[in-house]
């Protein structure tokens, strides 16, 4: 029992709030199709309001690091969780454009201080019970994004209004944060390095962090548009709008249960390569094709193609020589965080100019990129 409460209470609540902050990010983006029809957006307006999102992110990096340093990522976990449920709630409350984008400039700040509170929580319990859990961490980030497609196709089919919907997850959310909130535990080896505000990458964290930033860049891209894509595009109802996303999510969530296993298998180069090849392939199946069966194949090899980077980036990132584990894990994890915002609103305005099809093409070029990039990772980046 003591065994219990000492190590395994601890992990699962962190991958509940990992699951929870995933379903709270999905039930958001599943229905951005309505939001954009409450409001009567056009892609390029749509673009404008979805950029809020990358702008709090950025906001929030230059102190992210060191304020979860300063309050304990214990503290930062369990507070930017329930901020971030408020949050939810508020968007589907907003009146106007402008209401919208002040509330998702505040999703943006938060929800990247609960990113890496909840990593460098994370990585405190990994030291803790002696055995790496960032790869099953984040595949709870991909269960609760499944899970929330889901549900919100669900309650699109019920009739559930966005306000009902959002009211309800945010309302079952904070439940559950502050039920496990007594359960994390206090961050270990924090030292002078940790109080650092910036600290200058090296080569190999700038190489981590370009990767990180494009797979991040390509969830994001997929998040926000592939509901959009499946109806505008594939001409799908609203009902069955979500389906694409729901293959995505899944198989993301999927490669990254499997991710562990694959790391003691191959090399981390290899994997990632691999990964660039199944998210550049992926996309041309769904954008080449135009029946909604392809299109799902397409995304569920991009959701392979995504799961294992970010884990694997994280992973080599954490084993810096020149840096502490969390400054190190705080940049790269910042850096993919604006990746992950910034791409909805770059399609989005694409789109507006050419089409969402072709604006999605870009999906495909970060995926060749991830491949490229994945080459110049050594084998000493693994020791």
């Excluded at 958001?28 to 749509?46: H, M, T, V």
């Excluded at 919907?165 to 924090?190: C, K, N, Q, R, Y």
Aim: hydrophobic share 55%; proline share 3%; aromatic share 10%.
């Amino acid at each position: 029992m003591e065994v219990f409460k000492k190590s395994s209470l601890p992990r699962i609540v962190i991958s509940t709030y990992f699951c929870l902050h995933g379903f709270i990010f999905s039930s958001w983006a599943s229905r951005i199709p309505q939001i954009k029809d409450k409001f009567d957006l056009n892609e390029a307006e749509l673009g404008a309001v979805l950029f809020m999102l990358p702008l709090g992110a950025l906001a929030a990096l230059p102190f992210s690091g060191w304020l979860v340093h300063q309050l304990s990522s214990r503290f930062m976990s369990i507070a930017t969780a329930l901020l971030y449920t408020v949050s939810l709630y508020l968007i589907a409350s907003a009146a106007t454009v402008f209401a919208l984008s002040c509330v998702l400039f505040g999703f943006g700040l938060i929800g990247n201080f609960g990113n890496i509170s909840m990593n460098t929580q994370g990585i405190a319990i990994q030291h803790r019970i002696h055995k790496p859990i960032l790869s099953s961490l984040h595949a709870m980030w991909s269960i609760g994004a499944f899970s929330a497609a889901a549900v919100s196709g669900w309650t699109m089919r019920m009739g559930y209004s966005t306000d009902m919907h959002f009211m309800i997850v945010s309302l079952f959310a904070a439940t559950i944060i502050l039920i496990g909130a007594f359960h994390l535990i206090p961050d270990e080896g924090a030292g002078d390095e940790g109080s650092k505000v910036f600290t200058l990458p090296n080569r190999k964290l700038v190489l981590l962090g370009v990767i990180c930033f494009c797979v991040a860049m390509s969830e994001g891209a997929m998040a926000d548009w592939s509901s959009l894509y499946y109806r505008q595009v594939i001409h799908q109802l609203n009902t069955i709008s979500t389906t694409g996303y729901t293959a995505f999510a899944m198989c993301m969530a999927l490669g990254r249960l499997a991710g562990d296993r694959l790391v003691q298998s191959f090399k981390h180069a290899t994997i990632l390569k691999a990964n660039g090849l199944l998210i550049l392939f992926g996309m041309f199946i769904s954008l080449s094709f135009h029946f909604p069966s392809m299109v799902i194949i397409g995304f569920a090899m991009v959701g392979f193609g995504v799961s294992s980077v970010i884990p694997i980036v994280y992973m080599l990132a954490a084993k810096s020589r020149e840096m502490a584990p969390s400054v190190a894990l705080s940049a790269v994890s910042s850096v993919g965080f604006t990746g992950f915002l910034i791409g909805p609103p770059v399609i989005g305005f694409i789109a507006h100019e050419v089409g969402l099809r072709t604006a999605l093409i870009i999906v495909a070029v970060l995926g060749a990129m991830i491949n490229i990039l994945a080459r110049r990772v050594r084998t000493s980046d693994q020791l």
